[in-house]
């Protein structure tokens, strides 16, 4: 899961990304940050298996102008069954595929 976010006063800006194949995640953050060049402080990968965290890394130490440095993220393989698209990642309030939302 790729999360981003900005603050514009009382006002948050984010983006989730959900995708259930690494290289999958990899075109979408790239994508993402090509389009909008991220939307601002600490852009994060987060690995899960099973429905549990098994990693966390922070994309903003690793992006070179608009682009993710991918020979120097280790994003583990992911195990299990990958989720099905549009349908909700359990335990997340999350569906597999882009949200955006301002709040």
């Known amino acids: 899961m790729f999360e981003d976010e900005a603050w514009s006063g009382s006002v948050r800006y984010g983006t989730t990304i959900v995708a259930s194949d690494a290289d999958e995640i990899r075109w979408a953050c790239d994508e993402w940050f090509a389009l909008e060049t991220g939307l601002g402080s600490a852009p994060t990968l987060t690995t899960y298996v099973d429905g549990a965290e098994v990693g966390s890394i922070d994309l903003g130490r690793h992006l ?25 990642v359990p335990g997340h309030g999350l569906y ?5 939302a301002a709040e």
């Open 64 to 88: 070179v102008d608009t682009a993710v440095s991918w020979d120097d993220v280790a994003v583990p393989e992911l195990t299990g069954l990958p989720l099905p698209v549009g349908l909700p």
């Open 96 to 100: 597999c595929g882009f949200t955006s």
